[in-house]
């Protein structure tokens, strides 16, 4: 008798990517993604991830109990309380701080929406079973899920059926399941994992076939994941780890998701032809304000990241006993700390939900949706503002470090402050430019301004959900008792005088 399904270790989630997926990068089809230069080493950060639920210096802080008599990461599972948001949170950070804050898609953040199925699998009907059976599937191996539910910015001044040759839909009903064809933007990390997930967000939706959210495997048949350019094997052929130390083990390949006449079993359907209820799925299915509370969990860890970094970087350029750079510094550790107590507070005051379960609150997931947009550009320039040409004061790579000709000039001209090496100077500033100046710099800023959404629309939400939940109003109340409290004739209230007999006697004085 087998005892209960466990999470996946390290070697057996790079075994189990070795499965015929269909992923091309520069115009070939890549044969295996766990060896292939542009995917080995983010893989092998990934499994770490894994390996860390089998540590038992490790697993206090990340395992939780599982549906099936297990046990899986906490993020996976349903929270009841605001002390079970609080656990989520340091399984999420620990999980963060093992990629230094620089991998937004790993695997607790499809969590998100996985972690919700089991309390609000009647949202589901009629596919509630299928709710309920992959809230425990994905609990039991903690399986790795991307997500496509963008459309492609093709013709969107069009509804959604008027571009029906880009836009995925469901193109016929067979027993098996449903024919799906089109294309998504865009699958973050889509070739490390296991399933993705399909929906639609942004456009309105007005005909049955474009109406599904559902998941399919990557390795199904007609599944086509086409990437973009990989800094990492970019890394790997112009330099070296000390050349690239984040781009060459983090880059989370951003692919183009593609799906020709590709089945999709029943078993895989959440919502099919209800297109009320795939519009309200952001709204009512819990994952917009999960994946809001794991995404300000992880950035605030990336600052933590990018403040030690900045301040390591002042260090030995001499500049951090200046005013001005310690007043930016400040600023840095300010965005930081308002990232991390939105977090905080989602997490210690959450808001009732389905069947016991709770949500973290919304009201600082959507604070930090704004925030992050601006913050994140802001960190980023303070970076290149400050430490300017040292960033770029550099060889062009640590070859030239064991280089014996080159070396003592280095070491005399490319020194640090305060007695630092040349080495550690040169190692210090790659590593900063390659989180702050590099093409996967570059793509870190694009990610984390939309993230969650285009800048417009998540300030017209924020606008809406004060308005939904009545904040907004109790807001106009708020003024409305001040303004009651006086008129054209002085104060409206007993307790309050308007000195008229003063105002009279000084302009009685004035006119005298």
């Not at 130390?245 to 099919?272: G, H, K, M, T």
């Not at 960033?391 to 003592?408: H, K, N």
């Amino acid at each position: 008798m087998t005892g209960p399904v466990v999470p996946f270790t390290g070697d057996e989630y790079v075994e189990s990517l070795r499965d015929g997926r269909e992923v091309y990068l520069y115009g070939e089809r890549v044969r295996d993604v766990t060896t292939h230069p542009a995917f080995h080493n983010p893989i092998r950060m990934t499994a770490r991830l894994y390996d860390a639920l089998h540590d038992p210096a490790q697993r206090d802080v990340l395992i939780a109990p599982a549906e099936g008599g297990g046990w899986t990461h906490r993020f996976f599972t349903t929270p009841r309380s605001a002390d079970d948001l609080v656990a989520d949170r340091a399984a999420i950070r620990h999980w963060a701080r093992m990629s230094y804050g620089w991998l937004g898609r790993s695997p607790d953040y499809k969590a998100s929406f996985l972690g919700t199925l089991g309390a609000n699998a009647e949202f589901y009907a009629p596919f509630d079973d299928n709710a309920r059976s992959w809230y425990r599937r994905s609990q039991e191996r903690v399986l790795y899920w991307s997500h496509a539910i963008v459309h492609p910015p093709v013709d969107r001044s069009r509804r959604a059926d008027e571009v029906a040759d880009v836009f995925l839909k469901v193109e016929r009903e067979t027993d098996a399941g449903l024919v799906v064809s089109g294309a998504k933007v865009i699958a973050t990390g889509a070739p490390l994992t296991h399933y993705t997930f399909l929906a639609h967000t942004g456009l309105p939706v007005a005909r049955k076939e474009f109406a599904l959210v559902a998941t399919v495997p990557v390795n199904a048949p007609g599944v086509k994941l086409i990437c973009r350019q990989s800094y990492g094997a970019a890394a790997a052929v112009t330099g070296s780890p000390f050349d690239y130390p984040l781009s060459s083990r983090l880059d989370e390949n951003d692919a183009i998701f593609v799906l020709d006449q590709v089945l999709i079993p029943w078993e895989n359907v959440f919502i099919y032809g209800d297109i009320a209820k795939v519009q309200s799925f952001a709204g009512r299915s819990g994952f917009s304000q999960r994946f809001t509370f794991h995404g300000c969990t992880r950035l605030a860890v990336k600052l933590e990241f990018l403040a030690g970094l900045l301040a390591k970087a002042l260090d030995l350029t001499g500049t951090a006993d200046f005013r001005g750079v310690q007043a930016r510094l400040g600023e840095v550790l300010a965005w930081r700390d308002m990232i991390e107590a939105l977090g905080d507070a989602a997490a210690r005051n959450p808001v009732p939900w389905h069947n016991g379960a709770v949500l973290p609150n919304p009201v600082y997931g959507g604070a930090y949706r704004w925030f992050m947009q601006s913050g994140y550009p802001r960190v980023r320039e303070i970076v290149l503002q400050d430490v300017a040409s040292a960033l770029t004061y550099v060889p062009s790579g640590a070859a030239d470090l064991l280089a014996p000709d080159l070396r003592p000039v280095l070491d005399r001209y490319l020194r640090g402050s305060h007695g630092a090496g040349a080495e550690q100077r040169i190692k210090v500033m790659k590593l900063l430019w390659d989180a702050a100046g590099s093409e996967f710099a570059g793509r870190h800023e694009l990610y984390e301004r939309n993230y969650a959404g285009n800048h417009e629309a998540t300030r017209v939400e924020l606008l809406g959900a004060a308005t939904a939940d009545g904040r907004l109003a109790a807001y106009r109340s708020f003024v409305d008792t001040c303004l009651e409290e006086y008129d054209l004739d002085g104060w409206t209230v007993p307790d309050l005088t308007d000195q008229a007999d003063l105002r009279a006697e000084v302009f009685r004085r004035f006119n005298a």
